[in-house]
């Protein structure tokens, strides 16, 4: 019997409905050679391939009431952040125009910060905790931000030395994060 339970695993599997052509998967699945999982017989590689598809394939943005837009790519599986917690977040920030201005990822660590009391942007904070339409984000979810200049830097832009700015005034900035989770 334990060569059995050494070999057999058992995984649970969530899978939530992002529109008619995509699935995300919320928890890694595993499956052996004739195992089903829930009895859709998906086995990693063809759960890795269609998460995979659900991350790149362009994504519908839901607009909330503030102007914040956003487009989950995964959703997470564990909790969500909450006011004032210490979490840690990875990103590539874009403008309008696809110019990658910042990317956590380059630096190889992700973002660590308290989320809901103004360390980020408050299109950030919105567009993580949840507010104002915005579900809140779960741990291990993908979701694309399109950030209003009222919620970024506003008027004054970003990143400004002699003229010139990383970040210009008034613009739309476009971030695409991975809530890692709790610091």
């Known amino acids: 019997m ?3 339970r050494d070999k057999i695993k058992i995984i649970y599997i969530y ?3 992002v ?20 009895g859709f017989g998906f086995c990693i590689g063809l759960v890795d391939n269609v998460s995979a598809l659900a991350e790149t394939s362009s994504c519908e943005f839901s607009v909330s009431p503030s102007g ?3 487009c989950d790519k995964v ?17 590539v920030g874009k403008l309008e125009n696809g110019k990658v201005f910042d990317s956590s990822y380059n630096r190889g660590k992700p973002l660590t910060f308290r989320i809901g009391v103004g360390e980020v942007i408050k299109g950030w904070d919105q567009g993580i905790i949840g507010s104002d339409g915005v579900p809140a984000m779960l741990t291990g979810g ?3 931000l399109k950030i209003p200049p009222e919620l970024a830097y506003g008027d004054r832009g970003a990143g400004c030395k002699g003229g010139s700015c ?18």
């Open 19 to 38: 529109s008619d052509h995509e699935l995300s998967f919320v928890q890694p699945a595993s499956c052996g050679r004739r195992e089903a999982i829930i």
């Open 2 to 4: 334990k060569g059995i």
């Open 15 to 17: 899978i939530y409905i």
């Open 142 to 144: 993908k979701r694309t």
């Open 68 to 70: 914040l837009a956003f």
């Open 75 to 91: 959703v997470g599986y564990g909790p969500a952040a909450v006011k004032g917690q210490l979490i840690k977040a990875h990103y």
């Open 166 to 183: 990383l970040i210009p005034p008034a613009s739309v900035l476009l971030f695409d994060i991975e809530f890692i989770g709790k610091a």
